[in-house]
């Protein structure tokens, strides 16, 4: 069976996840089809095997049946050549490999910062990369869009790597697939979401043809190369997360990716401590796990809490209109605004096309479900009254071009604030936003919109209990602290000190670093590229710290261009100088000081010329710098200075 997207989850089981996800979805949402699904070919992992007793030679069996059973051999074998995905195997046991040789642990992305997570794990001729994330851009990264990983380290080992594989379906661990594709093209392994909005990307790219997915559940092991690597269960506050057991024959490494404790999840079931707790009985060479909370004490609440609070704030409003902003990708907290508003008596509208996009791909998938006659359109709002609205939008973050933040500013088409509506933040601010969110609701307020943002969202990291719980489950011989700022993994450093790890065992490492481990040391041994690629617009790594440079002074100072007119064969000004301000001063309220500007590049120019310098990079030295001099003097502002010399 050839498909875009294999699966090794049973065939029926999707087909009807999709037939229930139509029932309650208009068709301007159709997502691309639930991805197609190939039956479990295998329940056992190849490791070395223990000698066996021989066995009795096999019964002879009939012609008829012999010619049977040869008929189904063949189908098989063909099914197989047709797939060729890593066969779904089943769990292996470390103590049956024996622990050979050094592993090297590769982050190129997702320490020191939030976001931009991928890490590549080598062995010999294998490379095996986890994640593959953007970063946002800060404050200081002008114009900037997005921040992808550098990985010129793997494109001089592409012939090693063996495949990519996905934790789960967040930006900041997915969003860079479509850049790194068009550089490696690699085969990729998620579980079903995740696959799911991993091809909304790649089909915004025009990749979705290009690049071989293979989906996975929690518990299937999946070969590539030397690594074996299985998909564990876990909560975030986005479904279907997993972990990842990586085995490797230097030993075992687990990976926990973005990951909390949740006892009650809203879907799915709770995480699997005891697969953890069965991997640290057999033995865990390195543990990397989320830092993100690692400064919080004690436990992250469950998700349905925020259940409880949104039910409560909806009984609480009872009139206007109710818009909850929260991160796109919270699908579970998606699902509760949908729970709330429909026990209300409530419609549902969607803005925002990532919003829009994530949604449709989780209810055609089953992990969202939508009451008939629950979603209306944003042009239909204006024919429900305001006490039967509920929208969800995003903006929790303050972006600017967010459909909130176009709302709050007065800009967005659609959608205009009332004094009568009830704006509900259900996210907490990423590190770096705390001014963006801040303005977002100071211009909401001015409009006369009540504001809610307490007790309205639970974190999907893992708190400091929670980290050392998995620490004594996994009794790993080396901590290597990953997802965080600085101050994150040195705190998450210390936890792992306080659980008995040695100094020398646990790594604070940073982007680049070579670490190369085995049982018997560990050291960091090398670096390698990891800056990070700046995106503007559709350039990719067209705009570097020179350019970011330029923009800031002209962001903080403003620009001066000088314009002079020269004869071609003598030394005279034929024209100018003319000075042009932008960003500057206001010329028509500094007249005296552009007059003396000018009388300055005058003066510098004919010196200059009566020295017979006619070379134009020495006169637009001059130019820059006497001028520089002049305004520091008069003003101690410091623009830039772009001369300009023609010849007649």
Same mark, same amino acid.
């Given at each position: 069976?050839?498909?875009?997207?294999?699966?090794?989850?049973?065939?029926? $089981?999707?087909?009807?996840?999709?037939?229930?996800?139509?029932?309650?979805?208009?068709?301007?949402?159709?997502?691309?089809?639930?991805?197609?699904?190939?039956?479990?070919?295998? +329940?056992?992992?190849?490791?070395?095997? /223990?000698?066996?007793?021989? $066995?009795?030679?096999? +019964?002879?069996?009939?012609?008829?049946?012999? /010619?049977?059973?040869?008929?189904?051999?063949?189908?098989?074998? /063909?099914?197989?050549?047709?797939?060729?995905?890593?066969?779904?195997?089943?769990?292996?046991?470390?103590?049956?490999?024996?622990?050979?040789?050094?592993?090297?642990?590769?982050?190129?992305?997702?320490?020191?910062?939030?976001?931009?997570?991928?890490?590549?794990?080598?062995?010999?001729?294998?490379?095996?990369?986890?994640?593959?994330?953007?970063?946002?851009?800060?404050? $200081?990264?002008?114009?900037?869009?997005?921040?992808?990983?550098?990985?010129?380290?793997?494109?001089?080992?592409?012939?090693?790597?063996?495949?990519?594989?996905?934790?789960?379906?967040?930006?900041?661990?997915?969003?860079? =697939?479509?850049?790194? $594709?068009?550089?490696?093209?690699?085969?990729?392994?998620?579980? +079903?979401?995740?696959?799911?909005?991993?091809?909304?990307?790649?089909?915004?790219?025009?990749?979705?043809?290009?690049?071989?997915?293979?989906?996975? +559940?929690?518990?299937?092991?999946?070969?590539?190369?030397?690594?074996?690597?299985?998909? =564990?269960?876990?909560?975030?506050?986005?479904?279907?997360?997993a972990a990842l057991a990586i085995h490797t024959p230097a030993g075992l490494i687990i990976h926990t990716g973005d990951f909390k404790i949740d006892h009650t999840p809203l879907f799915g079931e709770a995480i699997d401590l005891a697969r953890f707790a069965e991997l640290g009985r057999e033995g865990v060479l390195a543990l990397m796990a989320d830092s993100t909370n690692a400064e919080r004490p004690g436990y992250t609440q469950s998700e349905k809490n925020v259940g409880k609070t949104l039910d409560s704030l909806f009984a609480a409003h009872p009139k206007g209109r109710i818009l909850v902003a929260t991160f796109a990708s919270n699908v579970d907290r998606v699902q509760q605004i949908i729970n709330s508003a429909y026990k209300h008596g409530r419609k549902v509208a969607v803005e925002g096309r990532s919003m829009v996009n994530i949604i449709a791909t989780a209810s055609e998938l089953g992990y969202i479900k939508i009451p008939k006659n629950t979603l209306i359109e944003t042009d239909q709002m204006r024919n429900v009254p305001d006490d039967q609205i509920v929208m969800i939008t995003t903006g929790s973050q303050g972006e600017t071009m967010a459909a909130l933040s176009r709302m709050a500013n007065g800009t967005h088409r659609k959608v205009s604030i009332k004094p009568t509506d009830t704006i509900v933040f259900s996210s907490s601010p990423i590190p770096g936003n705390e001014k963006n969110v801040s303005n977002i609701m100071n211009e909401l307020a001015m409009k006369g919109a009540k504001v809610v943002f307490q007790d309205t969202h639970v974190s999907g990291h893992a708190c400091r209990e929670e980290i050392r719980l998995i620490y004594a489950l996994t009794k790993p011989q080396y901590a290597i602290p990953v997802h965080g700022e600085y101050r994150h993994l040195v705190r998450h450093s210390e936890l792992a000190l306080e659980m008995g790890i040695p100094k020398e065992n646990v790594f604070v490492m940073e982007e680049g670093d070579v670490l190369e481990l085995n049982k018997k040391a560990g050291k960091v041994t090398g670096k390698v590229p990891a800056q990070g690629i700046l995106v503007d617009g559709l350039g990719i790594g067209d705009v570097g710290n020179i350019v970011l440079n330029d923009r800031r002074q002209l962001s903080q100072n403003g620009l001066i261009i000088v314009t002079v007119t020269l004869e071609k064969h003598g030394n005279s000004i034929l024209a100018g100088p003319d000075i042009v301000s932008r960003g500057f001063v206001y010329v028509r309220e500094s007249e005296s000081l552009m007059e003396g500007a000018r009388q300055v590049v005058e003066d510098a120019v004919e010196g200059c010329l009566t020295k017979n310098i006619t070379d134009w990079g020495k006169l637009k030295s001059c130019i820059r710098d006497t001028l520089s001099n002049y305004i520091w003097k008069k003003t101690k502002r410091d623009p830039m200075i772009l001369p300009i010399i023609t010849e007649v």
């Open positions: 069976m050839k498909s875009d997207n294999t699966s090794v989850s049973n065939k029926t $089981e999707g087909q009807q996840q999709k037939k229930q996800s139509k029932n309650f979805w208009p068709k301007k949402y159709s997502q691309p089809k639930t991805p197609a699904v190939i039956p479990n070919e295998s +329940k056992e992992l190849t490791v070395k095997a /223990k000698p066996q007793k021989k $066995e009795a030679a096999p +019964k002879k069996t009939a012609p008829a049946k012999a /010619k049977a059973a040869s008929k189904t051999q063949a189908a098989a074998k /063909k099914t197989q050549t047709k797939t060729a995905a890593p066969k779904a195997q089943g769990r292996p046991r470390t103590t049956q490999r024996r622990n050979t040789g050094t592993v090297k642990i590769i982050p190129l992305g997702g320490l020191g910062q939030i976001g931009m997570n991928i890490t590549a794990f080598e062995y010999n001729n294998n490379i095996l990369i986890v994640d593959c994330g953007v970063a946002f851009p800060d404050d $200081e990264m002008l114009g900037i869009d997005l921040v992808i990983p550098d990985v010129t380290y793997l494109k001089e080992n592409a012939k090693k790597i063996k495949g990519l594989v996905i934790t789960h379906g967040h930006e900041d661990h997915i969003g860079a =697939i479509p850049y790194i $594709e068009k550089q490696l093209n690699i085969p990729v392994y998620a579980t +079903k979401l995740t696959m799911g909005l991993i091809d909304n990307k790649l089909k915004e790219h025009g990749l979705l043809k290009q690049v071989k997915k293979t989906v996975v +559940k929690h518990g299937d092991v999946i070969k590539l190369g030397v690594f074996t690597v299985e998909f =564990i269960k876990t909560n975030h506050s986005i479904a279907d997360a």
